[in-house]
């Protein structure tokens, strides 16, 4: 049936609707009680464990949203991306492929020596000690 108008009365699906179901109350937790009347047991028992897992995963994220930081304020330190980046080294690389390539400077591949520090800095091994043990 419906679950809004005025003559609409108060059952569990307009609460799930209300209460759950809503893009306006992401902030709060779940009506796990509410779900499990409605949908049973081992739904009910899914969104808990979904809701307590989110929440583990909160710490996780503000230590990769560091991390990340981290390396963005780094890369402007990192020796290799500043001896790659550097012009006054002209060094020619060889060709990737055997007939249709040519050679190529190493400093066209500066901007992804840079990006790759982003993701690729001292404070990524403390992360992943991190999670192996999170």
């Known amino acids: 049936g419906d679950i809004e108008g005025v003559q609409a009365e108060t059952n569990d699906r307009k609460l799930l609707y209300e209460e759950w179901a809503s893009y306006s109350v992401f902030y709060k937790y779940q ?3 509410l779900i ?3 949908f049973g047991e081992k739904v009910g028992l899914y969104f808990a464990w979904l809701g307590v897992y989110t929440q583990m995963l909160i710490p996780a994220a503000i230590v990769g949203v ?5 390396g963005c304020a780094s890369v402007d330190d990192d020796i290799p991306s500043m001896e790659i980046c550097d012009p006054r080294n002209n060094i020619t690389m060889c060709p990737l492929c055997d007939s249709a390539c040519s050679y190529w400077k190493l400093s066209s591949a500066c901007g992804t020596a840079r990006a790759s520090h982003l993701f690729d800095n001292p404070a990524t091994v403390f992360f992943s000690i991190f999670m192996a043990l999170w």
């Open 66 to 70: 560091i991390v990340f930081l981290y």
């Open 31 to 33: 009506p796990i009680s």
């Open 36 to 38: 499990r009347k409605y």
